[in-house]
Nanobody, 114 residues
Framework: QVQLVESGGGLVQPGGSLRLSCVASGSDFSNYAMGWYRQGPGKQRDMVAIIRNGGTVNYADSVKGRFTISRDNAKNTVYLQMNSLKVEDTAVYYC????????WGQGTQVTVSS
């Protein structure tokens, strides 16, 4: 069983930045692929960014060049640096980790508004 705990969400103005963190329990973190997903009001949950255990990353087209996913295996933590935030980035952001089973965090709210 893996538990994921997100933090770092909040209210930010358009053009601002936030960094989300997700800490995972367990001792096998380095072997998990990790990702950030988001779900806006009335929308489905979509992939934002993924980082695999070998370091390969993928981004949704809507965040390329603005968001950066990274991981620190020594700290069992995955990060999402979000720059140049837009109103349409407003959503609940979820951390996910998977190997054979997918685990989800509880989500953290990001609101971009002036």
């Amino acid at each position: 069983q893996v538990q994921l705990v997100e933090s770092g969400g909040g209210l930010v103005q358009p053009g601002g930045s936030l960094r989300l963190s997700c800490v995972a329990s367990g001792s096998d973190f380095s072997n998990y692929a990790m990702g950030w997903y988001r779900q806006g009001p009335g929308k489905q949950r979509d992939m934002v960014a993924i980082i695999r255990n070998g370091g390969t990353v993928n981004y949704a087209d809507s965040v390329k060049g603005r968001f950066t996913i990274s991981r620190d295996n020594a700290k069992n933590t995955v990060y999402l640096q979000m720059n140049s935030l837009k109103v349409e980035d407003t959503a609940v952001y979820y951390c996910a980790g998977w190997r054979t089973v997918t685990y989800w965090g509880q989500g953290t709210q990001v609101t971009v508004s002036s």
